[in-house]
């Protein structure tokens, strides 16, 4: 005998992606809008600042392409996958054409050109980075205040390993009286709430969700108001995405590159490890010292991560007289033996790039 919860589930209601989002959490445990063709007079919402975030994530009518739902059904967001760190710039982003929609992709042949090129002056990280990563698209009403509610639905893009891992571990591990999973339904969904962590060297993600209970939408009203979120990510030729990266890597950057690395290592060759380590805590880099067992890798890895702030962060404009960058040789000995004292003797290596120290 089929019960009652039984049928629920098997009834596709309009606006109800509870199903799909299951089938999406189960399926993928696992910048910009350049990517996005969005609608004239339609907002991008973005997370500003570090407070608690309030948002109704709304499920639409899936158009083709989604790979976690079928098309006809309802679900609550589009994945897709970008290349970022592009372009002469180096702040481009493309979609990946290949792991996106299957054709050929000209910014995935440019990572695998680099990665065999033995004359690349970039690490391996840097080159990691401009690998494909995983976004995801949403439909969201900011009910955080009367103002926010009445610019209506938003489009959100965010990086899944920032947010949609835990939303889809949260709808994983739910007991049955949780129903996390109807959380984008228009009628019985919830709100959601977003604690946020904010870190200097990967940016702002969101570390904690609670649902709350909400009100009901109107499915009449919300069915013209949500946007078929399959039809925004934008699919460029493979003759256009070239065009659009051209210059990632020229002759110049290679130069600055390499030039920004040597004049950090000229310093870190000379740290010890628990130097290195202090350093690495106080600057929030992205290495962790336990991944090296050799002394000289993990200063090259530190290296690295300078050499890409001090790229970032260094007004094109801006000009430093010889022995005022930071790292230049005669600056302060860094062999200090009070590990208190490292972040000051090491406060001159980073003072033109900004970074704190």
């Given at each position: 005998?089929?019960?009652?919860?039984?049928?629920?589930?098997?009834?596709?209601?309009?606006?109800?992606?509870?199903?799909?989002?299951?089938?999406?959490?189960?399926?993928?445990?696992?910048?910009?809008?350049?990517?996005?063709?969005?609608?004239?007079?339609?907002?991008?919402?973005?997370?500003?600042?570090?407070?608690?975030?309030?948002i109704?994530?709304?499920?639409?009518?899936?158009?083709?392409?989604?790979?976690?739902?079928?098309?006809?059904?309802?679900?609550?967001?589009?994945?897709?996958?970008?290349?970022?760190?592009?372009?002469?710039?180096?702040?481009?982003?493309?979609?990946?054409?290949?792991?996106?929609?299957?054709?050929?992709?000209?910014?995935?042949?440019?990572?695998?050109?680099?990665?065999?090129?033995?004359?690349?002056s970039?690490?391996?990280?840097?080159?990691?980075?401009?690998?494909?990563?995983?976004?995801?698209?949403?439909?969201?009403?900011?009910v955080?205040?009367?103002?926010?509610?009445?610019?209506?639905?938003?489009?959100?893009?965010?990086?899944f390993?920032?947010?949609?891992?835990?939303?889809?571990?949260?709808?994983?591990?739910?007991?049955?009286?949780?129903e996390?999973?109807?959380?984008?339904?228009?009628?019985?969904?919830?709100?959601?709430?977003?604690?946020?962590?904010?870190?200097?060297?990967?940016?702002?993600s969101?570390?904690?969700?609670?649902?709350?209970?909400?009100?009901?939408?109107?499915?009449?009203?919300?069915?013209?108001?949500?946007?078929?979120?399959?039809?925004?990510?934008?699919?460029?030729?493979?003759?256009?995405?070239?065009?659009?990266?051209?210059?990632?890597?020229?002759?110049?950057?290679?130069?600055?590159?390499?030039?920004?690395?040597?004049?950090?290592?000229?310093?870190?060759?000379k740290?010890?490890?628990?130097?290195?380590?202090?350093?690495?805590?106080?600057?929030?880099?992205?290495?962790?010292v336990?991944?090296?067992?050799?002394?000289?890798?993990?200063?090259?890895?530190?290296?690295?991560?300078?050499?890409?702030?001090?790229?970032?962060?260094?007004?094109?404009?801006?000009?430093?007289?010889?022995?005022?960058?930071?790292f230049?040789?005669?600056?302060?000995?860094?062999?200090?033996?009070?590990?208190?004292?490292?972040?000051?003797?090491?406060?001159?290596?980073?003072?033109?790039?900004?970074?704190a120290?």
């Amino acid at each position: 005998m089929t019960t009652r919860r039984r049928r629920k589930q098997g009834r596709a209601r309009p606006g109800s992606a509870a199903a799909n989002a299951r089938k999406r959490a189960r399926e993928f445990r696992a910048f910009d809008v350049s990517t996005l063709n969005i609608p004239q007079g339609v907002n991008f919402w973005y997370i500003d600042d570090a407070k608690p975030k309030r948002i109704d994530i709304l499920a639409y009518k899936v158009g083709k392409g989604n790979p976690a739902a079928d098309e006809g059904t309802y679900h609550y967001e589009r994945t897709y996958w970008a290349h970022g760190s592009l372009g002469s710039d180096g702040k481009t982003m493309v979609v990946c054409l290949k792991k996106t929609f299957g054709k050929k992709c000209a910014a995935c042949e440019l990572v695998e050109q680099l990665k065999t090129d033995p004359d690349c002056s970039l690490s391996a990280d840097e080159i990691k980075r401009l690998e494909p990563k995983i976004r995801q698209v949403f439909n969201i009403i900011d009910v955080a205040s009367p103002a926010s509610r009445r610019k209506g639905v938003q489009i959100w893009d965010f990086s899944f390993h920032k947010f949609g891992r835990k939303l889809d571990g949260m709808i994983n591990d739910e007991d049955e009286d949780d129903e996390y999973h109807t959380f984008a339904d228009w009628i019985g969904g919830k709100t959601l709430k977003l604690g946020i962590e904010d870190n200097k060297t990967y940016g702002k993600s969101v570390d904690r969700i609670e649902f709350k209970p909400r009100k009901n939408y109107n499915p009449k009203i919300m069915v013209k108001k949500v946007l078929c979120l399959d039809d925004l990510i934008k699919e460029v030729s493979y003759e256009e995405q070239k065009k659009l990266i051209q210059g990632t890597i020229s002759e110049d950057q290679d130069e600055e590159l390499t030039a920004e690395r040597n004049k950090a290592m000229k310093k870190i060759r000379k740290m010890t490890k628990v130097q290195l380590k202090k350093f690495i805590k106080v600057n929030e880099l992205g290495v962790d010292v336990d991944d090296f067992d050799d002394l000289e890798d993990l200063r090259e890895a530190v290296a690295d991560e300078v050499a890409e702030a001090a790229m970032a962060d260094e007004p094109e404009d801006q000009e430093f007289d010889e022995g005022d960058d930071g790292f230049d040789e005669g600056e302060a000995d860094l062999e200090v033996d009070d590990e208190d004292e490292v972040c000051e003797a090491l406060g001159d290596v980073l003072r033109a790039q900004d970074v704190a120290y």
